[in-house]
C-alpha cells in the first residue's frame, strides 16, 4: 500500500512563473490537507480538502494560492506568480476520514524561487 | 486556539541513553489528540506515536513512549536507548477530535545522537 506521494520532490521557479505541486493521498484516503514549512520552522496549516470541494482554506494566502482536489487524479497547489517568501518545504497529508486520527504525510515538495 | 510549545531548540544524547522531549499545549477542547512527527535530515514527516485526551495510559510504540500528564499539559516524548537514525528534528502536534481539525505544530526540536 503506497504512502502519500507528492510531486515533483523539488521545483525551482523564477518569481512570476507559476508552481504546481501534486498529491496524491494513500490509496482509500479521501481527505487531503497541505501544509508549508518555512525554514527553521514547524508545519503551518493552509487547506483542507475532501473530493470536489475546499473544506478549509483558512490557512491559506487568499491571493496568488489555490488548491483542487478533483474526482479524479491528485489534488494539486498552485501558486502563481511566485515571490521568494513563498520558498518553502510544502506537505500534504492524508486520512481515511475527518475524525480519523492520525494524518499521514507526503514527503513534501521543496520550493525555491530564485 | 491551540497551542504547541516544544522550548528545546535542541538536545544532545549519547548512543544507546534514553532523552526526553518536552512538549507542552493549550487548548479549551476537552476532546483532543497528540502527535509526535520525526523529520530526519531528508525530509519527510514520520508519524511516530499518538496520544488521545481520554486514553488512560501513555503510548507506547517500540523504543517511544509519551508522558501524557494532562492536568500539566505536557506530552513529552521519550525515545529509549538512542541510535545514530534517531537524530532529525521532532515535532509535537495537535489536534482537536471534534469533527475535522487541522494540525498545530510546535516549532520542533533537533535531536542529536552522538556515538
Known amino acids: 500500500n503506497a504512502g502519500v506521494m507528492q510531486n515533483p520532490r523539488h521545483l525551482v521557479r523564477r518569481r512570476g512563473q507559476e508552481a504546481r505541486l501534486r498529491c496524491s493521498p494513500m490509496?482509500?484516503?479521501?481527505?487531503v490537507y497541505w501544509y508549508r514549512q518555512l525554514p527553521e520552522e514547524g508545519l503551518k496549516f493552509m487547506v483542507y480538502?475532501?473530493?470536489?470541494?475546499?473544506?478549509?482554506e483558512s490557512g491559506m494566502p487568499k491571493e496568488r494560492f489555490s488548491a483542487e482536489f478533483p474526482k479524479e487524479g491528485p489534488s494539486i497547489l498552485r501558486i502563481q506568480q511566485v515571490v521568494r517568501g513563498d520558498s518553502a518545504a510544502y506537505f500534504c497529508?492524508?486520512?481515511?476520514?475527518?475524525?480519523?486520527?492520525?494524518?499521514?504525510f507526503g514527503p513534501g515538495t521543496r520550493l525555491l524561487v530564485l | 486556539a491551540q497551542k504547541i510549545t516544544q522550548t528545546q531548540p535542541g538536545m544532545f544524547v549519547q548512543e544507546k541513553e534514553a532523552v526526553t522531549l518536552d512538549c507542552t499545549y493549550d487548548?479549551?477542547?476537552?476532546?483532543?489528540?497528540l502527535f509526535w512527527y520525526k523529520q530526519p535530515s531528508s525530509g519527510e514527516m514520520i508519524f511516530l506515536i499518538y496520544?488521545?485526551?481520554?486514553?488512560?495510559q501513555n503510548a507506547t510504540e517500540g523504543r517511544y513512549s509519551l508522558n501524557f500528564q494532562k492536568a500539566r499539559k505536557s506530552a513529552n516524548l521519550v525515545i529509549s536507548a538512542s541510535q545514530l537514525g534517531d537524530s532529525a528534528m521532532y515535532f509535537c502536534?495537535?489536534?482537536?477530535?471534534?469533527?475535522?481539525?487541522?494540525?498545530?505544530f510546535g516549532k520542533g526540536t533537533m535531536l542529536l545522537v552522538s556515538p
Open positions: 490509496k482509500g484516503h479521501s481527505h
Open positions: 502536534a495537535m489536534r482537536e477530535l471534534a469533527g475535522y481539525s487541522t494540525l498545530t
Open positions: 487548548t479549551s477542547d476537552p476532546s483532543y489528540g
Open positions: 497529508a492524508s486520512c481515511q476520514g475527518a475524525d480519523q486520527e492520525t494524518q499521514y
Open positions: 480538502l475532501q473530493k470536489e470541494n475546499i473544506i478549509d
Open positions: 496520544q488521545g485526551s481520554y486514553d488512560q
